[in-house]
């Protein structure tokens, strides 16, 4: 009792010491090194004393957050929820916060869908209207989902028409991200719509659906979706349906397809394959709760790694008897598991630390091919492998509520998260040719880029976040206008503009980045993560297509003490020494002004040659 009271008072002071401008900054300092309590006590002053009403709500919003995903204290959450008002810009977020933790935490779709009808009718911006919009439509076909994987029949038909209607208007006007897809697909199987099932499939996957690996099952849908009769379908359809959909990494929408509690005609009970994708798309979704629940408590600084270890191990030899073993399985080994599991599903599981945080990847491959990455006469070969179908991501996916996490790595393999590379482009699409995003945008900017100097006045070496979204946004309006002036327009100028930002982020971001980690360790076996990080990050900016926007990689918000954390720092001060060594260089370059503040003064192939100045292997 005598430590929490201690704990408690210095948090106070720490609290009292820190001014109410910079108490926001402060506090996102806290929770990026996952020290939420300090977290919370700074956000609430920031909500109560900061001059500026904006940073007040965004205040508010941060730490209704906390409360709520992480305390799971929903009326201290809607208590300071309520501290927005509703004429201020920010209204809106903070109804959709309600909604979600209406959904997420207490289950009552109906408060929820009440929530985000009100931010709808509050919301300023089309960005933020069609956010809202998606929400109400989840609160419709969540339950519904649910119930049918549960083995009930439930589901009003109009209501399932009007939120793959919401649905659909949103892929229209914001395009095919990823959760919208995926959403869509669902209400389309619900509302038993084949040809709308089926583009939502496509939108999902885009230019990769005619991999390896998805091309059967796209095939097979692409048959079989348009005429699709949904509950009315005979067996066998169903089954083929189900079986691509499962082929395809959907496996609660494969389960839904081949255990449909409304289906007329239904698959037989002792159909080996169907049971174990079922108890296969039941078993992850036992898994991704749990794990969920692991990373509530990391958060509060009470979860062990073995605690994983513990669910991983249970779920494991809970699945273990369901699976198709031929003849009967023999005695539970992780081993055969996990090879089991990547040869009939594609999975790939592995547990470890990420950024000083033991959590789980589990995901599924969509793309597998063998590639080759050479950097300053240096070659590595080894596959390239695409992950989607994610039931885990990491800690820091989930913390992040899907907005940021581990992108990729290289093992045996380079790997991509696909998913963290798809909403990009087209969030920042909208953001550059919407007129009122585009001015909402530009006034974040502006104020981040105010906030900068507080923030390398307490980390001089951390390039800070106002000039890595000022050079992201150099690179958008660029990029925008170069596709204008080749002719595009319309869909085509959208679609352009998606699939440019795609390429060069995948360019540097995997192929670079992780190129560079498989070239280190295949020449250099003693590096450290530190080290590794270093490298690869200088590798990401200096072999970028778009090094503007590469130059991103050191502003990432994580701990100091991280290896990316520590590598983004490094990095930082011999930047700084380049731009003083080069000053003359450098259009408008103020000599006594910090350098990092002004790295968006560089052009792409100075910044190319700063980061390949600093590399040890790039010639000299």
Request: glycine fraction near 6%; include cysteine; hydrophobic fraction near 45%.
């Amino acid at each position: 009792m005598r430590t929490l009271v201690a704990l408690s008072l210095a948090l106070l002071c720490v609290a009292a010491d820190v001014s109410p401008n910079n108490a926001f900054d402060a506090a996102g300092a806290a929770a990026s090194s996952l020290d939420f309590a300090h977290a919370r006590e700074l956000y609430r002053v920031a909500a109560k004393d900061d001059p500026d009403p904006k940073q007040r709500a965004l205040a508010a919003l941060k730490l209704a957050n906390i409360e709520w995903r992480i305390d799971h204290d929903l009326a201290a959450a809607e208590k300071d929820l309520a501290l927005v008002p509703e004429e201020s810009e920010e209204a809106a977020a903070a109804w959709i916060e309600r909604a979600k933790l209406n959904a997420e935490v207490r289950g009552d779709f109906a408060e929820a869908g009440v929530a985000a009808t009100h931010a709808m009718s509050v919301a300023k911006d089309d960005l933020t209207r069609g956010r809202a919009m998606y929400l109400h439509a989840v609160s419709i076909i969540e339950p519904v989902l649910r119930a049918r994987l549960d083995g009930r029949c439930e589901g009003d038909p109009a209501e399932l028409t009007l939120a793959e209607n919401e649905f659909g208007t949103i892929v229209e006007r914001a395009g095919p991200l990823p959760e919208l897809a995926r959403s869509l697909l669902d209400a389309a199987l619900l509302a038993n719509d084949g040809p709308k099932a089926l583009a939502a499939w496509r939108g999902y996957y885009g230019s990769i659906a005619g991999s390896a690996v998805l091309a059967p099952a796209a095939a097979t849908l692409a048959t079989r979706l348009p005429a699709w009769q949904g509950v009315e379908a005979a067996g066998d359809e169903r089954r083929a349906v189900g079986s691509a959909l499962a082929d395809s990494r959907f496996f609660d929408e494969a389960a839904l397809v081949l255990r449909d509690p409304c289906a007329k005609h239904a698959i037989e009970g002792n159909d080996l394959p169907v049971a174990e994708t079922v108890a296969y798309a039941r078993t992850m979704r036992s898994l991704r709760r749990e794990t969920d629940e692991y990373y509530r408590n990391v958060a509060l600084h009470r979860a062990a790694p073995d605690v994983l270890r513990g669910i991983v191990d249970h779920t494991g030899h809970a699945l273990w008897p369901q699976l198709s073993w031929k003849g009967k399985p023999g005695a539970y080994s992780d081993g055969e598991l996990t090879k089991y599991l990547e040869r009939r599903f594609g999975a790939y599981i592995t547990l470890g630390n990420t950024s000083n945080v033991f959590d789980l990847h589990a995901a599924h491959t969509v793309v597998d091919e063998e590639r080759q990455v050479t950097q300053y006469g240096r070659t590595a070969s080894l596959r390239f492998i695409a992950l989607d179908g994610i039931v885990s991501n990491g800690f820091s996916m989930w913390i992040h509520e899907g907005r940021s996490g581990d992108g990729g790595w290289a093992k045996a393999a380079i790997y991509q998260v696909r998913p963290m590379y798809v909403s990009g482009p087209f969030v920042a699409w909208l953001r550059t040719t919407d007129p009122a995003q585009s001015v909402k945008r530009d006034r974040e900017i502006e104020e981040e880029t105010r906030r900068d100097d507080q923030r390398i006045a307490r980390d001089p070496t951390q390039l800070p976040h106002g000039v890595a979204m000022r050079m992201e946004r150099q690179y958008q309006v660029k990029l925008l206008a170069d596709l204008r002036a080749s002719g595009l327009s319309g869909g085509a100028l959208r679609d352009a503009f998606v699939s440019r930002m795609t390429t060069d982020t995948f360019e540097s971001s995997i192929w670079a980045h992780e190129g560079r980690h498989a070239i280190d360790k295949k020449y250099l076996h003693w590096l450290t993560s530190p080290e590794l990080e270093f490298r690869a990050k200088l590798s990401e900016v200096a072999f970028a297509p778009a090094p503007r926007t590469a130059a991103e990689a050191i502003s990432a918000d994580v701990p100091p003490t991280s290896p990316h954390g520590s590598a983004d720092r490094r990095i930082g001060e011999a930047l700084i020494a380049w731009m003083r060594k080069h000053s003359a260089e450098i259009p408008g370059l103020d000599a006594s002004k910090p350098m990092l503040i002004q790295l968006d003064k560089l052009n792409d192939d100075q910044l190319r040659v700063a980061f390949r100045s600093i590399d040890p292997w790039a010639p000299k």
